[in-house]
């Protein structure tokens, strides 16, 4: 996970509240992306983004939003909306968004998300 | 639309002995395979990725897969297993028209006993 900085480590949210996790990376790759992961169940795409200012939604968007304003900077927000919050989050980063055999995903540390 | 199957959410080995750790995609088409393993807390670590070069792909720490087209299989395997090979792994296609996402397996947690 060299290169790729996720924070806080942990994180707990209160009813209604809006969270934001922050994933950060210096590899200058343009494709960025974020996972949740619940036991047993694998790591599912909630967005992604191949190029600044663009993003789409993954499979399980609902209740989140991402923002793609800086290449480094891919932050993810957890919504009041998203009833069932609690996971273990991922964001990962590769050099393009083609499915090259070259384009290897690096994966962060990731931020474990609670509800009070 | 592509799925990976890993068979056995957990396997148990003793030390030395072989890990095999099962998957299956559904694809009509041959996709990039992938193999990542997870420690406790931690991201993902790329073990092993498919070539077309080869169907036997050698990984890190010894691992390695074997792509089999006529059973759309992509297994796992290690001839000793060691104590710091405990662990989630993770199966990952990569398909050819969805902008390198990856979709993943439900993991197999490997125990070793010592």
């Known amino acids: 996970d060299g290169g790729i900085t996720q924070s806080p480590k942990y994180l707990f949210r209160k009813e209604g509240q809006n969270v934001t996790l922050s994933c950060e990376q210096n590899?200058?790759?343009?494709?960025m992306y974020w996972y949740r992961q619940d036991p047993g169940q694998g790591l599912r795409l909630i967005y992604y983004?191949?190029?600044?200012?663009?993003?789409q939604k993954g499979d399980i968007a609902e209740g989140y939003s991402v923002s793609r304003e800086k290449k480094e900077s891919f932050p993810l927000t957890v919504t009041s909306a998203q009833k069932n919050p609690t996971a273990f989050y991922l964001c990962?980063?590769?050099?393009?968004?083609?499915?090259?055999?070259?384009?290897?995903?690096?994966f962060g540390a990731g931020t474990r998300l609670s509800v009070l | 639309a592509q799925s990976v199957t890993q068979l056995g959410s957990h396997v148990s080995v003793s030390e030395g002995a072989l890990v095999l750790l099962r998957c299956n995609y559904s694809?009509?088409?041959?996709?990039?395979l992938f193999w990542y393993v997870q420690y406790p807390n931690q991201g993902l670590q790329l073990l092993l990725k498919y070539t077309s070069a080869a169907t036997l792909v050698k990984g890190i720490n010894g691992f390695e897969a074997e792509f089999k087209k006529s059973e759309t299989s992509f297994h796992l395997t290690k001839p000793s297993a060691h104590m710091s090979d405990a662990a989630e792994y993770f199966c990952?296609?990569?398909?050819?028209?969805?902008?390198?996402?990856?979709?993943f397996g439900q993991g197999t947690e490997l125990s070793v006993k010592p």
């Open positions: 990952a296609v990569s398909p050819y028209n969805q902008g390198g996402k990856l979709i």
């Open positions: 590899l200058n790759h343009d494709a």
């Open positions: 694809s009509s088409v041959p996709p990039y």
């Open positions: 990962a980063t590769s050099r393009q968004a083609s499915p090259t055999l070259k384009n290897i995903q690096y």
């Open positions: 983004s191949q190029i600044v200012n663009d993003f």
